[in-house]
């Protein structure tokens, strides 16, 4: 159950309602029953609402009337028969809507909310509903939109523009950036820092970089990652990008829409990624390359080559996943000790 | 010598005491030599207190009176023989105890120091003893227990709890958190971000996380290490972990006692680890396994499946250490250029 | 083209100086043209500037009059016959030369500007010319140099002492440092966190740490990287280091000058390292190794052993870039299915 101290009392919500946000089907269970709390199945009791992902799952759920789980067609049998049931074909999204639904979203900002301990210069552009938090320091010339949140310690640099609805999270460093509406950008993060461009001759150098970041709507940036703008154009990402913790975005770099970024990610400079990839936990591309869309790198996968559409790729230099898997057998077998 | 510009100057202490401290024993040296200030084994003079790791290190002791050393029972024959000897089967930790004695925590915050350039909610509860530092935010209902010091610009919550004595480092940002008593967060840390759990349904959706960060008491975590809120339930870490810089805890880890995690370690969601576990640095462990007790894992480490207590593993896909030297060595061999 | 959003009008600098700055040659165009942009090789048009670094890029520049192309001996032939030429060796050092001159950094700090909104203790020793910003930080006796300009919600820690010219951006804590003249320290960065030593018997313990982190003039740091301090003496980093993004270098580390760090690289304790060593991104490097001076180690190297000179090293455990690349070929063909 969400604990009181963090969150609100839920918003009952009736099976019936749960079975139309699940694009799903009541399948047992009174059409008036109401969830009035969310859990694990094995937390569920009278009012309850769960979602069944596994089979060792579907069986600590209790025996018991009044508890409501979402579920795949092929686990339903898997419940005990006292609890209603909401068959779904995807339940833990279908769960995510429901959840949001009985825990909304806090209310939109209404007036303009400004910490005396902010630090706002005389020409930034703040529209009339943004909240502002201590310690917070809005530079010459930005642009806050509608009903942003800029929580505190966060900088936001001169010049830059944050688009309608997007929530900067506590202690982000914005600079060189124009970022667009509902973003979620997480605590700590580092935005529009130079880029590691180093030019060699008789010493490094590092280059000045006159570019930017550009980030779509509805993109989400986990707490602590990083991403350098860029050296002459500009360091772009798309819309509904998903970014974890921890994420290196190096100067130049284009990322399409819908990725998926898992935490500790690096990027490298000026290579160009497609829509709707996965990258899994601590994956490494390098610069310079081009990845299509509808991939999917496993954690760990460290890509040094140019990919097209839609492959499974994993290990380093990473190779299609059955060939990585082929390779880490082999190895093994090989290196076994001979039976004497 | 520890620098005057950021410590005090040492108390002095006896070989006898030392002795006690130690849980060792004077094998040589008069019981009123002092020792006054702590150094490298090299940098050693008149009222100086080293400890003896290797060989390498007892022959860099300047032969001379007065100094004191720290030493395991196999390299003591190995010092000069002016300088007196304290025999104790862990040196390290014996100095580390030492140093403690010689340079105490400062003494703790006698009352209330609220910086004006803090924000703190009216409706906050506050300690009588606690200190906070300009910049920093403590948001509604947060509650700080005695002792506590939160540094410049950290962000605490609405509704999060700090146990007594537990000191937030400077530019951390804290939501929807536990933490017990006698921790020490580090600066920039993120705890109780949204994790990173997606669903995908024509599209990616980051859902809903309506759970906490529980930590439990004597835990450190390095600076700009994450720590995600869990989904349904809670991510939730034990007493007196050891967690490094730059780590990535994921939401829902349930991770045990006394564990202790390297730079730069990933820790999937979900992933239940015990107790007394070393994480090497850079290591990973993918989500939804279960890990044991009193396991190390090597730097690098790519933990794939569950695993028991007390291994050693290493590679990617983690394996026992002693598999991964030989197939490294074996595909070494098999790759070695034939001589003609 | 720089966006006029965040950087000022460009300086118009003509062929002629071009060619000073670059030592290079004009190869064709008239002595009075005036480069007035800078861009990509695309984007040009008549007064802009841009750097040819492969020959597909100069294939894209447009056939135009008034456009300055910097570019290596070999590829001048392949661009197109209007455009005019700078032939130098490395056109994008070149290109990095003329775009601090036609965007040069902004002027000095010309008096004291400290915010209301930023805490200087009464003790802090700060030059006249010192530039800080809302939500810093200023500890007890900490030095500012001439020129520094410490960013809204920076920690500088007691004793601190910041350096000439020394620029430390957004929410980095700084604590146990003495830093050099001109270097830039990224957003969020942690300098001088306690390393992670660790004891152990009977449960582990995190050792008091008492050194300091020293570093030198012209150092680079990119943005969330941390630096531990010493244990009993000091970590150190040279001059001219460049340091990327979300870097982690622990205690005691000894770091020479004129090396290159790239993203997410970790260096373990007490390690020590020469100069001018490029780490490429996801590098490791163990703890208590030796490297000597102008190695290149690939991404991902993980160094576990000491290292001499000129090398150039990769993989897991790190071997010469040429047996790996071997290792990764012979294992690439022993796992290919046999033909049947």
Redesign the interface.
Known sequence: M??P???PEAQPISIADIAELARGEKARGCSSLMARF???PD?MAEGGL?FIATKDAAETVPDQKGVICLVAPELADKLPSSVAIVVTP?P??A??LV??KM?PEPAPIQSQQI?P???IADDAVIADDVRV?????IDA?AELGKGVWI???V?IG??C?IGDGTVI?????I??A?IGQSC?I???V?IG??G??????G??????H???VIIGNRT?I???S?I?RGF??DTVIGD?V?I???V?I?HNAKIGN?N?I???V?I?GSTVIGDQNIFG??A?V?DHVTIGSGNVFA??A?VTKSVGDGQVMAG??A?PAL?FR???????R??M?RKK
């Open positions: 969400a604990d101290r963090f969150y969310i859990g694990a937390a769960c995807d833990k999204r769960f995510g959840m949001r825990y910490s301990l902010a630090h938090d201590g310690g917070a320091f010339r929580k505190s310690g900088k001169a010049g523009v999270d506590s202690n982000a460093s600079d060189y124009i979620q997480g605590a700590g580092v820092g130079c590691f461009g180093v030019g060699r001759d010493g490094n150098i590092l280059l000045p006159l570019g930017k989400t986990g707490g602590n990083c350098d002459i154009d509904h998903m974890d913790n921890l290196h190096a819908g998926v898992c935490g500790q690096g490298a936990a601590q490494g390098a954690a760990r460290g380093f230099p190779v060939e082929r390779e880490v057998a082999t190895l093994r090989l290196a000790p």
